[in-house]
Nanobody, 125 residues
């Protein structure tokens, strides 16, 4: 499955932007769909965004659609989450997720099969 390491979290003001990165190890990265999830204190982990193995198809949670963009660079084994127009309700620990599949369906979440350690995003109002 490989290892996933997130970075890029931090403190940002409401309306600001951040870009999260997820560096993946292992040869399977290029053939697997990847995603991002988040978990706020006292809440369950929720799906945020996912991208197909070739980067051609993406899917987003309704709460972030139009504000967040997921992308990947295959030769860097890296997945990104560009977050704009951040709101206080986006405050959470963000987790990179790997899957056992290759594709994603627009409008539908994915199931994460293995995880990174998480990076904290805090949006101040």
């Amino acid at each position: 499955q490989g290892q996933l390491v997130e970075s890029g979290g931090g403190l940002v003001q409401s309306g600001g932007s951040l870009r999260l990165s997820c560096a993946a190890s292992g040869s399977a990265f290029s053939y697997r769909a990847m995603g991002w999830f988040r978990q706020a204190p006292g809440k369950e982990r929720e799906f945020v965004a996912a991208i197909s193995w070739n980067g051609l198809t993406t899917t987003y949670a309704p709460s972030v659609n139009g504000r967040f963009t997921i992308s990947r660079v295959q030769d860097r084994n890296t997945v990104y989450l560009q977050m704009t127009s951040l709101k206080s309700e986006d405050t959470a620990a963000y987790y990179c997720a790997g899957t056992s599949g290759a594709s994603v369906v627009p409008g539908r979440p994915i199931r994460g099969d293995y995880w990174g350690q998480g990076t904290q995003v805090t949006v101040s109002s």
